[in-house]
């Protein structure tokens, strides 16, 4: 009976571990738990958790693209948010990765980001050259807004006080009127949901680039792109120019070939999700979206999806 009784408790044993074994935990770097792009990710888990099976996901607050770009070289987690024009320039080791490149491959990417120049309408400032020499939060610390902007701005020869911090600390200093605004990316065509929360305090405007400001932009930094955003992008805001980039989740390139495939087939083939939580995506073909805006190559597992549903892959992102 012993015998029994212990031979059938090393198998309810074993077969609790099989599935605890097999079961694939991998990490994702999102951003600021007060971006829309978070939630976006945490979606983007529980679709993977739910309709992918072995494997186990689980989402991280980050400082956004050079903070994840860094975890990946440091395999800290195993893929997240990436922009494109920065993680283009890590992939090549140029800009502020010159001589450091990030080895980093592309799943997929899945919304263009304007980049909204958002001040408080009693600030009085009307155009991005009255930013000079004011309080201004240039993009949350360490991300691709902060690095992107101060770009932007140094080509334009705006030169701004600047205020660093988090999300939720510069969303309280403009509140509080210790910074008259910030850039932060949109989602789609919309403002971003720390927008509309400084919204609900104050009043905001968005500045706009004058034609002159979109086509030095365009020249001296041609990576970015620039976009006509049509009023409604918030209340009372009407239609602006500003310079975009798209948003994309790299993968460390040891990611697993079929988890990778996995993981895009799931994404690519979810029809409510992901629009459930960017009202952007709607509707939205993200292999058409990905292979646009993709800058850098494709993970071997995310290539293998693309082309068994027949899409050429451009060369820029042929995977190596």
């Not at 955003?229 to 040891?254: K, L, N, Q």
């Not at 697993?256 to 029809?271: P, Q």
């Not at 995310?302 to 549903?309: D, Q």
Request: with cysteine; glycine share 10%.
């Amino acid at each position: 009976m012993l015998r029994t009784t212990c031979a059938v408790l090393l198998t309810l044993t074993v077969a609790a571990a099989v599935p605890a074994a097999a079961q694939q935990r991998l990490l994702i770097g999102s951003t600021s738990a007060s971006s829309s792009h978070y939630g976006y990710f945490v979606a983007v888990s529980q679709l993977i958790n739910d309709k992918v099976k072995g494997i186990a996901t689980s989402v991280v607050e980050t400082g956004a693209t050079i903070d994840n770009l860094r975890r990946i070289a440091r395999k800290q987690i195993d893929l997240g948010l990436i922009t494109t024009n920065t993680g283009f320039q890590a992939y090549k080791g140029t800009a502020g990765f010159a001589g450091k490149p990030v080895d980093t491959r592309l799943l997929w990417v899945y919304v263009a980001a304007p980049q909204n120049v958002i001040v408080r309408s009693d600030s009085g400032v009307t155009a991005l050259t009255g930013l000079n020499g004011k309080r201004f939060n240039p993009g949350l610390r360490g991300s691709s807004t902060e690095k992107t902007t101060e770009a932007v701005f140094k080509l334009l020869g705006i030169t701004i006080d600047p205020v660093r911090g988090s999300t939720t600390d510069i969303v309280d200093a403009i509140k509080d009127n210790r910074a008259i605004g910030y850039v932060k990316s949109g989602a789609g065509n919309r403002l971003d949901g720390s927008s509309m929360d400084i919204a609900t305090f104050t009043k905001l405007s968005v500045l706009s680039l004058t034609p002159e400001q979109a086509d030095k932009i365009r020249s001296g930094l041609p990576e970015l792109g620039i976009v006509d955003v049509p009023a409604g992008a918030g209340v009372g805001i009407p239609a602006y120019t500003t310079w975009s980039f798209g948003v994309a989740v790299h993968a460390r390139p040891d990611l697993d070939e079929d988890a990778a495939y996995r993981l895009t087939k799931a994404v690519m083939e979810d029809r409510t999700v992901q629009a459930n939580a960017m009202a952007e995506l709607k509707g939205a073909d993200l292999a058409a979206t990905t292979l646009k805006f993709g800058s850098v190559p494709l993970h071997p597992g995310a290539a293998r999806y693309f082309r068994e549903k027949g899409y050429d892959i451009p060369e820029r992102l042929a995977p190596k």
